[in-house]
């Protein structure tokens, strides 16, 4: 199973901006679609974007698109988590994830293969 460690979490003001990494282990890492989901205190886990092997597909959940952006960059096995125009809300634990497609790491047919040990963003006002 690929292992995936994040990093990039941190305390940012409203309206900054932090960018995620999630390193894979995986060497067949263009295979796997990944995917971005964040839990905060209280919560239920929530999807937040998503990226196909390829790049060529993206999905975001409503309360961040136009905010954030996923990427990955498949020769250093990373996918990234851009995030601008911070809000107070998006603070919570971020978790990286990777699955077979978008579908099933967004949460429509979940069926995540993998979790990230998530890392903390902070937003304050």
């Known amino acids: 199973q690929v292992q995936l460690v994040e990093s990039g979490g941190g305390l940012v003001q409203a309206g900054g901006s932090l960018r995620l990494s999630c390193a894979a282990s995986e060497r067949t890492f263009s295979d796997y679609a990944m995917a971005w989901w964040r839990q905060a205190p209280g919560k239920e886990r929530e999807f937040v974007a998503a990226?196909?092997?390829?790049?060529?597909?993206?999905y975001y959940d409503n309360s961040v698109k136009g905010r954030f952006t996923i990427s990955r960059d498949n020769d250093k096995n990373t996918v990234y988590l851009q995030m601008n125009s911070l809000k107070p809300e998006d603070t919570a634990l971020y978790y990286c994830?990777?699955?077979?497609?978008?579908?099933?790491?967004?949460?429509?047919?979940?069926?995540?293969?993998?979790w990230g040990q998530g890392t903390q963003v902070t937003v304050s006002s």
């Open positions: 990226i196909s092997g390829s790049a060529g597909t993206t």
């Open positions: 994830a990777a699955g077979d497609t978008v579908a099933a790491v967004s949460g429509t047919s979940r069926d995540i293969d993998s």
